[in-house]
C-alpha cells in the first residue's frame, strides 16, 4: 500500500475561493483534509485529471467538480503521473536548449517567412485556377475603388484613343484582350500612378495620362512595364506571400480571427505595391524587350522614364504625393542606365 502526503491549497470549483489543507493519496485514492482535519474533498484517481505543471508550480489536480488542489511543495510529483511529463519537464529546465530557443526561433521564423514562404508561394501559383486568379483581381481592385480611387475625369475621347491604343498593343503582343483590361480613375491617393492587378487589369490615374500626355512612348512604356507584372505573376506572387506569411503569424501567434483579413491585406499589398527590386526590373526588361518587337527601342525605354522622372521632379517640387510612383520603383537613374545598355538576346 502506498501512501503520500503534501500540503497545499484546494480552489472551490469555479471560484479563487481557497484554503490550505492537506492531500493525503493512498493508492489511488486521494482525500482533503482542512487544517482541523475534516475532510473535505474525496475522490478516486481516476476521476481526476492532471494539468500539465508550469516551471515552478507543481501540477494541479483538477477534481470532476473543477475543484483544483496545487502543492505548496513544486517539486511534489504525484505518484500516478509515471513521468507523463517527464519531457517537457527536462526540456524546460535544460538552459542549454532555453538559450538555444530563444537564438533560433527568430531565425526560423524568418527562414519560413522570407524563404519558405516565397518559394511555397511560386509553388501555389501553378494550383491557382484562372477563375480564382480573375476574383481574387477584381475584389482587390473593389477594395482599393472604395479605399482610393474615384471616377475618371478624362473626356471619353482621351480615353478612347488610350484604349486604341492599348488594344492595338495587345494584338501586336498576341495577348488576350479578355484578360488585359485597361482602366482609368481619378486618385487623391496614387496621384501620378499606374499599377497592375494580378488577373490582368491595369489601372491608369489621370493624373499620369496628364502628365504624359504630350508622350505618348512613354505611357506605352509605362503600361508594357505593368503588363510585364502581369506576365510574370508578380502580384499573385506578392498576394500569396502576404496571405501565407499571415497565417503562418496568425497561427504561430494564436491569433486566428487574422485570417478573415487575409483578403483585404492581400488587397493592401497591391496599394502598397511593394514589388521587390528583382521583380520591377524583370518588368521593365519585359517593357524593353516588348518595346523593341513593337518596333520602338531600348532608348525609347530610357527617355520615357527620363521623361517621367522630369516630370515628377517639377511636379514633386510643389506637391510630394507626387513622389509616390517613384518611391514604389527603384532608381529612375538605375533604370534609365539599364534601359540605355540592353542589349537584345
Ligand atoms: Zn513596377
Given at each position: 500500500m502506498s501512501h503520500k502526503k503534501t500540503k497545499g491549497y484546494y480552489y472551490y470549483p469555479s471560484s479563487s475561493q481557497h484554503i490550505q489543507c492537506s492531500a493525503i493519496i493512498i493508492d489511488e485514492h486521494i482525500q482533503l483534509f482542512d487544517n482541523g482535519a475534516c475532510p473535505i474533498v474525496s475522490s478516486s484517481k481516476d476521476a481526476c485529471t492532471l494539468e500539465s505543471p508550469l516551471p515552478g508550480i507543481a501540477a494541479a489536480l483538477c477534481f470532476a467538480d473543477g475543484g483544483r488542489f496545487i502543492p505548496d511543495d513544486i517539486n511534489f510529483r504525484w505518484p500516478?503521473?509515471?513521468?507523463?511529463h517527464g519531457l517537457a519537464q527536462r526540456l524546460e529546465k535544460n538552459k542549454l536548449l532555453i538559450v538555444a530557443s530563444v537564438v533560433f526561433t527568430p531565425i526560423l521564423l524568418w527562414l519560413i517567412l522570407y524563404r519558405g514562404i516565397p518559394a511555397a508561394a511560386v509553388y501555389s501559383i501553378g494550383l491557382a485556377s484562372p477563375s480564382t486568379i480573375e476574383a481574387m483581381g477584381e475584389q482587390s481592385l473593389h477594395v482599393i475603388e472604395k479605399l482610393a480611387l474615384a471616377p475618371s475625369e478624362l473626356s471619353s475621347d482621351k480615353q478612347a484613343m488610350i484604349q486604341k491604343q492599348w488594344h492595338v498593343m495587345l494584338e501586336q503582343l498576341q495577348l488576350d484582350n479578355e484578360q488585359f483590361r485597361l482602366s482609368f480613375y481619378q486618385s487623391d491617393y496614387f496621384s501620378a500612378n499606374a499599377f497592375a492587378l494580378p488577373h490582368g487589369r491595369v489601372i491608369v490615374t489621370d493624373e499620369l495620362v496628364l502628365l504624359l500626355q504630350d508622350k505618348p512612348d512613354a505611357l506605352r512604356a509605362i503600361l508594357l512595364h505593368e503588363i510585364g507584372h502581369v506576365e510574370y505573376q508578380h502580384g499573385i506572387r506578392l498576394a500569396s506571400q502576404a496571405t501565407a506569411s499571415t497565417i503562418v503569424l496568425a497561427i504561430i501567434f494564436g491569433d486566428l480571427e487574422g485570417i478573415t483579413e487575409v483578403v483585404l491585406g492581400s488587397s493592401s499589398s497591391f496599394l502598397q505595391q511593394a514589388f521587390s527590386r528583382d521583380m520591377e526590373r524583370e518588368a521593365d526588361k519585359y517593357a524593353i524587350e516588348k518595346l523593341i518587337a513593337l518596333g520602338y527601342s531600348n532608348d525609347d525605354f530610357a527617355d520615357a522614364i527620363q521623361a517621367l522622372q522630369n516630370k515628377l521632379d517639377e511636379q514633386a517640387q510643389l506637391d510630394e504625393s507626387w513622389l509616390k510612383y517613384l518611391s514604389t520603383h527603384p532608381s529612375s537613374q538605375e533604370r534609365i542606365d539599364f534601359a540605355r545598355q540592353y542589349t537584345p538576346q
Amino acid at each position: 500500500m502506498s501512501h503520500k502526503k503534501t500540503k497545499g491549497y484546494y480552489y472551490y470549483p469555479s471560484s479563487s475561493q481557497h484554503i490550505q489543507c492537506s492531500a493525503i493519496i493512498i493508492d489511488e485514492h486521494i482525500q482533503l483534509f482542512d487544517n482541523g482535519a475534516c475532510p473535505i474533498v474525496s475522490s478516486s484517481k481516476d476521476a481526476c485529471t492532471l494539468e500539465s505543471p508550469l516551471p515552478g508550480i507543481a501540477a494541479a489536480l483538477c477534481f470532476a467538480d473543477g475543484g483544483r488542489f496545487i502543492p505548496d511543495d513544486i517539486n511534489f510529483r504525484w505518484p500516478f503521473a509515471h513521468q507523463k511529463h517527464g519531457l517537457a519537464q527536462r526540456l524546460e529546465k535544460n538552459k542549454l536548449l532555453i538559450v538555444a530557443s530563444v537564438v533560433f526561433t527568430p531565425i526560423l521564423l524568418w527562414l519560413i517567412l522570407y524563404r519558405g514562404i516565397p518559394a511555397a508561394a511560386v509553388y501555389s501559383i501553378g494550383l491557382a485556377s484562372p477563375s480564382t486568379i480573375e476574383a481574387m483581381g477584381e475584389q482587390s481592385l473593389h477594395v482599393i475603388e472604395k479605399l482610393a480611387l474615384a471616377p475618371s475625369e478624362l473626356s471619353s475621347d482621351k480615353q478612347a484613343m488610350i484604349q486604341k491604343q492599348w488594344h492595338v498593343m495587345l494584338e501586336q503582343l498576341q495577348l488576350d484582350n479578355e484578360q488585359f483590361r485597361l482602366s482609368f480613375y481619378q486618385s487623391d491617393y496614387f496621384s501620378a500612378n499606374a499599377f497592375a492587378l494580378p488577373h490582368g487589369r491595369v489601372i491608369v490615374t489621370d493624373e499620369l495620362v496628364l502628365l504624359l500626355q504630350d508622350k505618348p512612348d512613354a505611357l506605352r512604356a509605362i503600361l508594357l512595364h505593368e503588363i510585364g507584372h502581369v506576365e510574370y505573376q508578380h502580384g499573385i506572387r506578392l498576394a500569396s506571400q502576404a496571405t501565407a506569411s499571415t497565417i503562418v503569424l496568425a497561427i504561430i501567434f494564436g491569433d486566428l480571427e487574422g485570417i478573415t483579413e487575409v483578403v483585404l491585406g492581400s488587397s493592401s499589398s497591391f496599394l502598397q505595391q511593394a514589388f521587390s527590386r528583382d521583380m520591377e526590373r524583370e518588368a521593365d526588361k519585359y517593357a524593353i524587350e516588348k518595346l523593341i518587337a513593337l518596333g520602338y527601342s531600348n532608348d525609347d525605354f530610357a527617355d520615357a522614364i527620363q521623361a517621367l522622372q522630369n516630370k515628377l521632379d517639377e511636379q514633386a517640387q510643389l506637391d510630394e504625393s507626387w513622389l509616390k510612383y517613384l518611391s514604389t520603383h527603384p532608381s529612375s537613374q538605375e533604370r534609365i542606365d539599364f534601359a540605355r545598355q540592353y542589349t537584345p538576346q
